[in-house]
């Protein structure tokens, strides 16, 4: 079956779209990314974590419903050729831990991209808003890529760690000749997202981290200050934790954001000692500078997917093809062990044709 995936991850800079070719294997047929327009990469940013009127979310869930059928035909595959459609769309709130609310506690998250719109656009069942039956399966609807990083990366003998350096960074750990239920992952903190609101929009290659100075004091406080790098998972943070606010209230800069990212992605990783590999994706992989530190900080061998026949920017929308197949299957798409769900669970709602 020919799906493809579609995603904007919590950087905001646009929307990756995955044509796969899902059987018995993973074929990849082709990828793209197609950059967000600033204004719209504004307006999503202004509602995200920011009072916002229901009007402009609103808007905002259907003109991204455009913008990502729009993204589908732009991966030049015939859209006749293509199955079934897989979006996670954008998240704009992500809130895995249950807090209190109005006399209950509840765990909520919000991803955009009218579903409605990119079938009724492409003429292609379409399979959208995976979050939100992992939260209501007591998970908390995060990470779901160790779904796919144990199909690709899994080793009778190696044992190996899949990192995404996106807005945010999560790992996936799998050891040696694990089984799906040995699978751990979690989101180590920042990835780029604090150095990207420093930077706008990015650190090219990481020039001005390299050409900055750390504040080892400020550093080491974040560090020890935050119990989040040094809680058990399963655990997840986003634009909540190392936003705006995050920037505004620490007065970090560029080269120590950079190096809090390494430092977290460290900790994380050196958790696990048995680690042989560490396959590094996503947009911090073409950091230079942070590619640099991090193979300083950290003993196993750094590769990236691409050793695997995969292209590391496409990972996650690679993951909503798979994830879309596998509900179209009416197969369950989390890892408990990963998201803290009480049991596996069909992820998503379908928008048919
Ligand atoms: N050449 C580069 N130098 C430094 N950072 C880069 C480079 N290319 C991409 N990035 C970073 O990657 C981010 C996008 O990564 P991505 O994996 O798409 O994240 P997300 O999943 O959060 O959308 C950009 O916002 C930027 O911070
Ligand atoms: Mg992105």
Same mark, same amino acid.
Do not use: C, N, W
């Given at each position: 079956m020919r799906v493809a995936g579609l995603i904007s991850g919590t950087s905001v800079d646009g929307i990756d779209v995955a044509v796969v070719d899902v059987d018995e294997g993973i074929k990849v047929i082709a990828t793209t990314t197609v950059p967000y327009p600033a204004d719209v990469r504004e307006a999503i940013l202004s509602v995200s974590n920011a009072p916002a009127h229901a009007a402009t979310i609103a808007r905002l869930n259907f003109l991204l419903g455009e913008l990502f059928a729009e993204a589908v035909r732009s991966a !030049?595959? *015939?859209? +006749?050729?293509?199955?079934l459609i897989g979006s996670h769309g954008?998240?704009?709130? &992500? +809130? !895995?831990e249950p807090v209190e609310f109005l006399g209950r506690k509840i765990a909520s998250t919000m991803q955009i991209g009218e579903a409605a719109i990119i079938a009724e656009r492409t003429g292609i069942e379409t399979i959208a808003d995976f979050r939100p039956s992992d939260i209501a399966a007591?998970?908390?609807? $995060?990470?779901?890529?160790p779904f796919l990083d144990y199909q690709l990366f899994r080793h009778r003998a190696i044992a190996r760690v899949a990192l995404n350096i996106g807005g945010i960074a999560n790992i996936t750990v799998i050891p040696?000749? $694990? @089984?799906? +239920?040995?699978v751990i992952a979690f989101d180590t903190g920042p990835g780029n997202m604090v150095i990207d609101a420093l930077a706008p929009p990015f650190d090219r290659n990481g020039e001005r981290a390299r050409a900055g100075q750390v504040n080892r004091a400020l550093l080491e406080q974040l560090l020890n200050e935050d119990p989040y790098y040094h809680r058990e998972p399963p655990k997840a943070c986003g634009r909540e934790q190392f936003g705006a606010g995050f920037v505004h209230r620490t007065g970090i800069d560029v080269a120590t954001a950079t190096e809090l990212t390494v430092r977290t992605i460290a900790l994380a990783i050196g958790?696990? *000692? $048995?680690? +042989?590999e560490v396959i590094v994706s996503g947009g @911090? $992989? &073409?950091n230079s500078y942070m590619m640099e530190r991090l193979a300083t900080v950290l003993k196993p061998r750094i590769t990236t997917p691409a050793e695997f026949g995969i292209d590391g920017d496409s990972k996650e929308a690679i993951l909503f093809a798979v994830l879309a197949y596998q509900t179209h299957q009416r197969r369950a798409g989390n890892l408990p062990s990963a998201t803290g769900a009480r049991n596996a669970a069909i992820l998503g709602k379908v928008s048919y044709t």
């Open positions: !030049g595959v *015939p859209l +006749e050729s293509i199955d954008q998240t704009i709130f &992500h +809130e !895995g007591g998970g908390k609807g $995060a990470p779901l890529v040696a000749g $694990a @089984g799906m +239920e040995d958790k696990y *000692p $048995a680690t +042989e @911090g $992989a &073409h």
